[in-house]
């Protein structure tokens, strides 16, 4: 089992809707998790960050984790036809890390598009 | 400020030949990884370096070396390049923060 799960999609939504992204993890040591975002032929770009459990929002964007059931959310309000990228979900484990060198390991994207 | 800049931006190898990709950084940060993304796999990490002189394998090494130049540059090199190495690299540094990488804008690399 890989240690990051993540649906592949594709997602499509109407302008407009909330978007809801999920992931989950089988390793309960892992204590961060990114949101990473892809557009198209691109390098990824990070969204949103947050350590252990609870909830983190910027902006449109709302980030979830629960750590009791190793579930990680990423809520999109009022999607924008801008939105329309690949988005990644990514933990990193203080365990594997030494030096200042963090070691992240991704799920497979959701590409998601937002239709206007 | 340019960010993480990778070279060359496209290639096309034979099987066996040898290339080397290119990636610099001018955020003064310590870490640089080295990554590569198949349809259905996702990104993997193949060689990273906490700092300048060290470099560790990551979780896809077979067929690659890596130097770190300097602290601004951190090269891949395929040595007989394979079919199998067909992919996207990106290459990432991190100013040591956990989970804060910024990537490169990436490497597509044709193996035929």
């Known amino acids: 089992q890989k240690e990051v799960e993540q649906d592949p999609g594709p997602l499509s939504v109407p302008e407009g809707a909330i978007v809801s992204l999920n992931c989950t993890y089988s390793n309960s040591a892992f204590q961060y998790f990114m949101w990473y975002r892809q557009y198209s032929r691109k390098g990824p770009e990070l969204l949103m960050y947050t350590y252990s459990s609870g909830n983190k929002e910027d902006g449109r964007f709302t980030a979830q984790v629960d750590k009791s059931s190793k579930y990680i959310s990423l809520f999109i309000r009022d999607s924008q036809p801008s939105d329309s990228a690949t988005y990644l979900c990514?933990?990193?484990?203080?365990?594997?890390?030494?030096?200042?060198?963090?070691?992240?390991?991704f799920g497979k994207g959701t590409k998601l598009s937002v239709i206007p | 400020n340019a960010g993480v800049t990778q070279t060359p931006k496209f290639q096309v190898l034979k099987t066996g030949q040898s290339m080397t990709l290119q990636c610099a950084q001018d955020?003064?940060?310590?870490?640089m990884y080295w990554y590569r993304q198949d349809p259905g796999m996702g990104l993997r990490l193949i060689y990273y370096?906490?700092?300048?002189?060290?470099?560790d394998k990551g979780e896809v090494p077979n067929g690659y070396n890596v130097s770190r130049l300097n602290k601004r540059e951190f090269s891949l090199r395929l040595e007989s390049a394979a079919p199998s190495q067909t992919s996207v690299y990106f290459c990432a540094s991190s100013p040591g923060v956990a989970g804060q990488q910024y990537f490169g804008p990436g490497t597509r690399l044709t193996v035929t």
């Open positions: 955020m003064n940060h310590n870490s």
């Open positions: 990514a933990t990193e484990n203080v365990a594997y890390s030494g030096a200042g060198s963090y070691q992240l390991t």
């Open positions: 370096s906490a700092s300048e002189g060290t470099t």
